[in-house]
Every structure is written in C-alpha cells, then in structure tokens.
C-alpha cells in the first residue's frame, strides 16, 4: 500500500502559502505530513517461514521430543521492529516567496522535481496583487519598516497613477523584446508574439508583462502586476518608485501571489489539506494541464539552447530602477 501510495506522489501541486510562513518551514511541513500519510496505510501481511518447532511426537506413551516443520509469520520487515518504511522524501519548491509574501508556491514531489526546471526554462509570467500605502516611506519599502519619511498625498489621483502605471508596462515590454534576442521582422518572432510566447533567452532582471491599478482609495491603492525573473523585495520598491513618480512617498503593505505560471489559487491546497490524499489527488489534477502547458512553452520555436543551465536561480537581484525610467538621483 505503501509504495503504491507513492508511486502517485510524482508530480507537481500548488499550495497557499501563508504570510509569515517560511518556505523552508512550509516545505518540511509538507513533507513531514506525506511521510506520516505513508507510514500509516496498513503494512502488508507478514511474510512466512519455515521453523523446526520442538515438540512432543505424537501417539508416543513415553513423551518423546521431536523436530516439527511449521510455518511461521517472520517480523522482520514489520515497522515496530525496523522503524517507519519512509523517512524521506524528495520535495522541491519552485518559485518561492519570502516570509512576508503570500499566494500560490508550487511543489515538486519525485520526479515532479524535474518539472520544477522545465517550469524555470519556460520563464512564465507570475500575477501578484501588490497593496500600497501613499504618505510615508520605510528602509525596506515594506509598511513594518522603521519609517525614514511622511509626505502628503493629497495631489495624487487616480489618473496621475494610470499614468505612471501605463509608462511602466510600455518600458518593460520593450526590454523583454530586448532580452528575448528575437528579429521581430521574422515569421517565427510574429507567432511567437500571437501566442503570447516571447520571454527572455538569458539572464534578465524584472520584467513586468502587464500592470493596472484595482483599487484606488487614498492614501491605500491595489495594484495587479504580472511578471517574470521578480523578487518579492523587487515588488515592494516598485510601489516605492511609482510613489517617487506620483511626487510623494508609498510603502508596500501586502504582496500575494495569485498564478504561478498554470497554477492558480483555486488549485491550491490550504494549509488544512496538507495531507497525503489530498497531494495526491491534486497532483493527478494538474498532471495533464501540467504536461500540455510545458509543450506548448518549451517548442521548438523557442531556441531552448540559449535557455540557462537548470541550477540558475531566477532570484535576481533586479535592476537599479524597477520603472524602467530615467529619472535623476535629486527627484
């Protein structure tokens, strides 16, 4: 039962990690729970052997010893006497996400590890709801930060930000056609475009595919961000910079992570189904979406030679302005 419970533990499956919750932390959790999932099912039926049971030999008077061949159940194999069937599993994470971030942290069980690196090779884009605080700035560009500034705010509207918002997607987009290292006078460089596939061939800082503002409501404001090759701290200058651009100042309150390339929140498991069943069920969910996903990034339109070596992490350190904009140190 044991090693069939297993064998449907290859795969990838996403799961919703809480803010204040490492990813080490959640990792070993994860795990933890697939062992004791393992370790319960029932162990199969010992096996037998064959002992020479001394005993009294039959239809003799006189009590005679002799020699008696039986079968026996041999326990050497059991689990109180060895210790648990699994004490490891192989559990890699993918895309992570600091102790402050929330949302959809995928997992690799097995060989679903593997898959971990195609989702790397693919560079798919991430989706983010980034929430924003104008009037005050802090040294780490997150709310808790020891404040460094106040301002006032009562300038900024709703058009200003649109604005901003607008000239930073246009800024990105034309770095990721820089990275990309395509001729976009070609035929394949036009349907890699149709079909939403041009991503970065090498090493790349922070690339925001799309931006737009989802609330507005001074002094808080709701951004949605996609993205690629980002670092939570990355996203929290970014609304760091886009309150220098609006004339005032802005920390980041809350960074969540809504996609993960093909996986969403709605398939991620809440920390109360962290469980063997579960996992199990959610891997053999995603499987088939998993697999039509990576053959449709990973084609033979993308020159997958220029792609960097799967032990690259894409935790870059970004570039020295997430904008993408000239702007003079005094501003």
Same mark, same amino acid.
């Given at each position: 039962?044991? %090693?069939?419970?297993?064998?449907?533990?290859?795969? *990838? +499956?996403?799961?919703?990690?809480?803010?204040?919750?490492?990813?080490?932390?959640?990792?070993?959790?994860?795990?933890?729970?697939?062992?004791?999932?393992?370790?319960?099912?029932?162990?199969?039926?010992?096996?037998?052997?064959?002992? @020479?049971? #001394?005993?009294? $030999?039959?239809?003799?008077?006189?009590?005679?010893?002799?020699?008696?061949?039986?079968?026996?159940? /041999? @326990?050497?194999?059991?689990?109180?006497?060895?210790?648990?069937?699994?004490?490891?599993?192989?559990?890699?994470?993918?895309?992570?996400?600091?102790?402050q971030a929330s949302g959809v942290l995928v997992l690799?069980?097995?060989?679903?590890?593997?898959?971990?690196?195609?989702?790397?090779?693919?560079?798919?884009?991430?989706?983010?709801?980034?929430?924003? *605080?104008?009037?005050?700035?802090?040294?780490? +560009?997150?709310?808790?930060?020891? =404040?460094?500034?106040?301002?006032?705010?009562? &300038?900024?509207?709703?058009?200003?930000?649109?604005?901003?918002?607008?000239?930073?997607?246009? %800024? &990105?987009?034309? /770095?990721?056609? $820089?990275? %990309?290292? #395509?001729?976009?006078?070609?035929?394949?460089?036009?349907? $890699?475009?149709?079909?939403?596939?041009?991503?970065?061939?090498?090493?790349?800082?922070?690339?925001?595919?799309?931006?737009?503002?989802?609330? @507005?409501?001074?002094?808080?404001?709701?951004?949605?961000?996609?993205?690629? &090759?980002?670092?939570?701290?990355? =996203?929290?200058?970014?609304?760091?910079?886009?309150? *220098?651009?609006?004339?005032?100042?802005?920390?980041? /309150?809350?960074?969540?992570?809504?996609?993960?390339? +093909? @996986?969403? *929140?709605? %398939?991620?498991?809440?920390?109360?189904? !962290?469980?063997?069943?579960?996992?199990?069920?959610?891997?053999?969910?995603?499987?088939? &979406?998993?697999?039509?996903?990576?053959?449709?990034? #990973?084609?033979?339109?993308?020159?997958?030679?220029?792609?960097?070596?799967?032990?690259?992490? !894409?935790?870059?350190?970004?570039? /020295?302005?997430?904008?993408?904009?000239?702007?003079?140190?005094?501003?």
């Amino acid at each position: 039962m044991g %090693s069939a419970g297993l064998s449907r533990l290859h795969g *990838l +499956f996403a799961v919703y990690k809480p803010p204040g919750l490492k990813w080490k932390h959640l990792r070993d959790t994860v795990e933890l729970q697939l062992l004791k999932g393992l370790n319960a099912r029932k162990p199969p039926a010992p096996k037998q052997r064959v002992r @020479f049971l #001394l005993g009294p $030999m039959e239809g003799s008077e006189e009590k005679e010893l002799t020699l008696t061949a039986t079968s026996v159940p /041999s @326990f050497i194999n059991h689990p109180l006497v060895c210790g648990p069937a699994f004490t490891h599993l192989k559990v890699g994470v993918g895309h992570r996400l600091d102790a402050q971030a929330s949302g959809v942290l995928v997992l690799g069980v097995g060989h679903g590890c593997r898959l971990l690196t195609d989702m790397y090779n693919a560079h798919l884009t991430k989706d983010y709801t980034v929430r924003g *605080l104008l009037g005050k700035a802090t040294d780490d +560009f997150h709310e808790d930060g020891r =404040l460094v500034e106040k301002t006032t705010y009562d &300038h900024v509207t709703r058009e200003k930000l649109d604005r901003i918002l607008a000239v930073i997607q246009g %800024s &990105h987009q034309k /770095s990721l056609v $820089m990275y %990309s290292n #395509l001729d976009l006078k070609t035929q394949e460089a036009y349907e $890699m475009a149709v079909r939403g596939l041009i991503r970065p061939m090498n090493k790349s800082p922070m690339l925001i595919t799309g931006i737009r503002c989802l609330y @507005f409501a001074p002094p808080e404001f709701l951004l949605e961000v996609q993205c690629m &090759h980002e670092t939570q701290k990355e =996203l929290r200058k970014l609304v760091h910079e886009i309150g *220098l651009e609006l004339k005032t100042t802005a920390v980041c /309150s809350q960074v969540r992570r809504t996609r993960d390339g +093909f @996986f969403t *929140l709605d %398939s991620a498991l809440l920390r109360t189904q !962290w469980d063997l069943t579960n996992i199990q069920d959610a891997i053999r969910a995603a499987a088939p &979406h998993v697999a039509a996903e990576l053959e449709k990034s #990973l084609s033979p339109g993308l020159d997958t030679k220029q792609l960097p070596s799967p032990g690259w992490s !894409w935790d870059s350190q970004g570039p /020295s302005s997430t904008l993408g904009l000239e702007r003079g140190a005094g501003q």
